[in-house]
């Protein structure tokens, strides 16, 4: 259960529904996530429902009964929320919304507003505000009717609420305001993607929250925001590593999750830009969680959407201090933690097998960081000596200390 410091949360209930695309197993962890991702936006979970069904209802999600349990619960104790794990049509919405009487969000909704709170650089604002507005123009029969009369609180964090007749002119232009203004800002950041000139870029990706920016960090000496909570960082950072005589770029990325809204996708193309033009993928794997495995995958078919699925990769299982496993012998008194999993274990295990070069760390402890740190000069200078003459390496990165000089040969 998710410790609850703040006592100013809102109360929440979550709703999901067990599908033929969606067993009981898989629901239980898109319901963990989404309870995690109404903690970050700032909800406590009261509690979920479920319901099974052959698929979603047409009008209100779920059943007409089970809409009416729901009702009945946030009513007798004073919940103000109600989140649903699936994106809701405007009509569900709105038929949801008349008829529980409370704010209903979606998980895309909620996904928004965690992005409306962490948007940190103007940039980020913007791209932030052209996805809102993208998901409210086809929903403006909610219960928008003023500007100056903004809801407050979670899914709340948006644009504005104006007069149903002028809402979407107005919205239109601001989107296309919006992404005017993108267009621009994109042109600029590809202008300073071209002048880092010839040193290589890699880019740390992976699952939202699985110890990207620690690692950065740690790798940086910097001090790049890092949170235990979803989506703690937006904004692309760009620091400058060297690892023996070798510097390339570190780039680190948003965070990606299951069922990712469209909109973000599209206004935070920039952002996913540089996973694009980068040269080496460093894929981020939080092994502790039950689901990494789906983690790998979401993140997979994320990088075949926007064509960098065949760049170069190196897999870095992390918080291998954190791990920890069920016993399957009763009779063993071992206890299942980390203690029992040495490296050379995880190095016999089918993650060690990938065809991509693996190395399991902890970026918190930075345990194995020398033979992580390895694998990424080897995989930067391959791609270094491939690229440019050698000759070209000499000189850029070569000075005139003769000892010195075959002091970094021989770390080459």
Do not use: C
């Not at 002119?169 to 919006?178: A, E, G, K, S, V």
């Not at 990606?256 to 540089?274: G, N, Y």
């Not at 994320?302 to 918080?319: D, G, R, S, T, W």
């Amino acid at each position: 259960m998710l410790e609850k410091k703040q006592h100013n949360y809102e109360k929440a209930v979550l709703v999901g529904v067990v599908t033929q695309q969606q067993d009981e197993d898989k629901l239980i962890e898109y319901m963990d996530e989404l309870e995690f991702l109404a903690f970050t936006a700032g909800a406590t979970v009261d509690r979920r429902f479920t319901q099974k069904l052959t698929q979603p209802d047409s009008k209100t999600f779920v059943g007409s009964g089970k809409v009416q349990e729901i009702k009945d619960y946030v009513k007798e104790n004073e919940i103000g929320t109600v989140i649903f794990d699936d994106e809701l049509s405007p009509s569900q919405l709105k038929n949801l919304e008349r008829e529980m009487e409370v704010k209903i969000l979606d998980r895309t909704n909620l996904i928004l507003d965690i992005f409306a709170q962490r948007a940190q650089t103007s940039y980020a604002r913007t791209q932030v505000e052209l996805a809102q507005y993208q998901y409210l123009l086809p929903r403006l029969t909610r219960m928008w009717t003023h500007l100056e009369r903004q809801k407050g609180g979670i899914g709340m964090r948006g644009p504005g609420e104006t007069e149903i007749e002028t809402d979407r002119r107005i919205i239109r232009d601001r989107i296309t305001l919006l992404k005017d203004k993108l267009k621009t800002i994109d042109k600029q950041m590809a202008t300073q993607r071209n002048n880092r000139g010839k040193v290589v870029r890699a880019a740390l990706v992976g699952y939202t929250n699985v110890g990207k920016s620690t690692l950065m960090n740690a790798l940086a000496k910097s001090e790049v925001f890092a949170e235990n909570k979803l989506f703690a960082t937006l904004d692309t950072t760009v620091r400058k590593v060297v690892i023996g005589n070798l510097p390339f770029l570190l780039t680190d990325t948003v965070g990606f999750i299951r069922k990712l809204p469209t909109q973000l996708v599209e206004s935070f193309k920039s952002t996913l830009d540089e996973v694009r033009e980068a040269d080496l993928l460093v894929h981020v794997v939080d092994i502790s969680h039950e689901s990494f495995e789906d983690h790998i995958e979401s993140v997979n078919q994320i990088l075949m959407e926007i064509n960098a699925h065949q760049k170069p990769m190196i897999m870095v299982f992390n918080k291998i201090d954190d791990f920890s496993y069920e016993k399957k012998d009763e009779d063993d008194l071992t206890p299942g933690s980390r203690k029992n999993v040495s490296l050379e274990e995880w190095k016999n295990t089918w993650m060690a097998k990938s065809k991509h070069p693996t190395v399991f760390i902890s970026a918190l402890t930075k345990e194995n960081f020398p033979e992580m740190k390895k694998l990424i000069y080897d995989e930067v200078m391959k791609i270094h000596i491939s690229r440019f003459p050698y000759n070209d390496f000499l000189f850029e990165f070569f000075d005139n200390d003769e000892e010195e000089n075959e002091n970094k040969i021989d770390e080459i």
